[in-house]
């Protein structure tokens, strides 16, 4: 990597007004994607700006109506969360197929959502949990529901001087899956990822991979195949995408009925 | 401008003045001269370079220097005791779970901290003499579970 300033604030103040300092920054979260895309050089960075010494942007938390998970909860954190897994398995089962043990010690919820990939595997199953992303910036903090969170390929609805500080959700349980199709048992990425929900008799269902940012679509299979706008890549074709949306939404919708 | 990094080791406290920018794979093998830790694809994905960070099993190539502060280090060169292999290690000699040797120390090190081993690649053959070999050493009391 090129040589960068580094900073470590303590608070999240203090990292807003870093942030917002000239020049370009970065902020590091778990660092499973910043440092591959700084070694490869399609970032410029002038300075750096670790998170992970702010601890109240760690861990899950019940309060009230909602459950707050700190935009530097690790993937592993998320996996064997106890609060996650007694309400919403489709959230935990996509933390546990995600990536490696290795890279799910390190990588954050907050780095996986923030980095807007199509494919990001959190996204389905907290876009049918209708979970509002925290921001912070020198204006203060505001809520985004996180079906106008993503603005395309890694791109979001964050304004450049704002952190996302975590992910509130409602604390109803849902039944349902997630379901991501690889072409590899492990360390893969998603052709097509589906995640679908029962949120108190709602059936709710939304698609990873299969357009420019994760998308919730109604809850049939015909309508999410028809919906979706997948394209050719190294992974599949755009055709195949759309008949693995067809065939997955299906299965996804059939396991959360029964 | 360089910064201190007071981290522990394989059990000895070491202090260095490394520059940010570089990995904790980067200060391990350069200025310790840890060369069991292996840089293989350098983005996360082959494991080669896996040491355990406070007991817990990361990629040392995507973790950045000034992330290891405070924190307890072991690499494979520490795994050994008194001169006597670690139990992992002695069943990934009796199984013969070894070619060429160059994802072993990951290998093994992924194999003491995690449930199950989904990020570590060998290139030389397949992976059931190491699934074998992990195994062996659960049975023996060597568990997976460090």
């Known amino acids: 990597m090129r040589p960068f300033e580094y900073e470590e604030p303590r608070s999240i103040e203090e990292a807003v007004s870093l942030l917002g300092a000239p020049g370009k920054n970065r902020l590091l979260a778990g660092g499973t994607d910043l440092l591959v895309r700084l070694k490869r050089r399609e970032w410029p960075v002038d300075r750096v700006i670790n998170l992970k010494r702010i601890e109240t942007l760690r861990g899950i938390e019940e309060r009230g109506d909602w459950v707050t998970v700190g935009a530097l909860t690790t993937i592993e954190e998320l996996e064997r969360s106890e609060v996650v897994a007694k309400r919403w398995p489709l959230l935990r089962e996509a933390a546990m197929e995600m990536a490696s043990p290795q890279v799910r010690a390190m990588a954050t919820a907050g780095g996986n959502l923030c980095n807007a990939s199509p494919a990001a595997d959190l996204a389905p199953p907290l876009l049918c949990l209708d979970a509002q992303m925290i921001a912070v910036g020198p204006r203060g903090e505001r809520t985004i529901a996180i079906r106008s969170f993503f603005a395309g390929p890694g791109r979001t609805a964050l304004a450049p001087d704002e952190i996302l500080t975590g992910i509130r959700i409602p604390s109803a349980p849902a039944r349902g899956c997630f379901i991501k199709f690889c072409t590899r048992r492990a360390m893969d990425l998603a052709v097509v990822s589906v995640a679908c929900a029962v949120v108190s008799k709602e059936t709710r269902l939304a698609l990873g991979a299969v357009a420019p940012t994760p998308i919730r679509v109604a809850a049939s299979a015909e309508e999410a195949a028809m919906r979706c706008a997948p394209i050719d890549d190294v992974r599949a074709t755009a055709e195949y995408r759309r008949e693995l949306v067809r065939v997955l939404a299906g299965r996804a919708l059939a396991k959360a009925a029964s | ?146």
């Open chain 2, 1 to 146: 401008m360089k910064r201190r990094l007071n981290m522990t080791v394989n059990g000895h406290a070491v202090a260095l003045e490394v520059a940010p920018h570089r990995t904790l794979l980067e200060v391990l093998r350069e200025d310790l001269g840890l060369t069991g830790v292996r840089e293989g694809c350098s983005t996360g994905d082959c494991g080669a370079c896996t040491v355990l960070l406070n007991g817990k099993a990361v990629v040392s190539c995507l973790t950045l220097a000034p992330d290891a502060e405070g924190a307890s280090v072991t690499t494979i060169e520490g795994l050994a005791k008194d001169g006597k292999l670690d139990a992992m290690q002695e069943a990934f000699i009796a199984k013969g779970a070894i070619q060429c040797g160059f994802c072993t120390p990951g290998m093994i090190l992924a194999a003491k901290s995690a449930d199950v081993l989904e990020g570590n690649l060998c290139r030389c053959t397949g992976y059931a003499k190491i699934q074998e070999a992990i195994r062996h050493a659960g049975s023996r009391g060597g568990s997976p579970h460090a």
